[in-house]
């Protein structure tokens, strides 16, 4: 699995979300908090997902959750849980994979693969302004709403912070 850095190129995507379809493209002049997370309805997704919702108004970003659920899940999820962002659909894993997002994963003595939970700030040139792999559900809001202020403050250019 190949882990992405600070200052390197988001990789560009485009997925069916539950606001139709979303592309990197259409972030670009904006800072974008995309998350992958392993499923909808889950204990840590959805604890999660809320802490993104009740942090998104002092964000200053657009928040994206992408998982391989389908539309009708992310739907249900996004509505049972008032969610004001996108969740995107990522069926086949591609873009995942293209995050370093997905890879081997251990539970219970069993190794797997899957999504790993996993964080990414992108400025709004399309640049991993920071990256978090196997973050934990509870806490991961916290630390991107600090890191995205500090960021945000220093003016964006990641190529002279990275």
């Not at 992408?66 to 008032?82: G, L, P, Q």
Request: charged share 25%; with cysteine.
């Amino acid at each position: 699995m190949t882990q992405l850095q600070k200052g390197d190129t988001a990789p560009t995507f485009k997925l069916e979300s539950t606001r139709g379809e979303i592309s990197l493209k259409d972030l670009q002049g904006s800072w974008t908090v995309l998350y992958f997370y392993p499923k909808d309805n889950t204990p840590g997704c959805t604890a999660q997902a809320c802490n993104f919702r009740d942090a998104l108004p002092g964000m200053n970003a657009k928040v994206i959750g992408v998982s391989a659920d389908d539309m009708t899940s992310h739907e249900k999820f996004e509505n049972d849980f008032s969610l004001p962002f996108p969740l995107a659909s990522d069926p086949g894993n591609e873009i995942s994979k293209a995050y370093g997002a997905f890879g081997k994963k251990n539970m219970y003595g069993k190794e797997y693969e899957g999504i790993i939970r996993s964080t990414f700030i992108i400025d709004p040139k399309g640049k991993i302004a920071d990256v978090r792999y196997n973050v934990k559900a509870d806490q991961d809001t916290d630390v991107v709403q600090k890191t995205l202020l500090s960021l945000q403050q220093e003016g964006g250019n990641v190529g002279e912070h990275a």
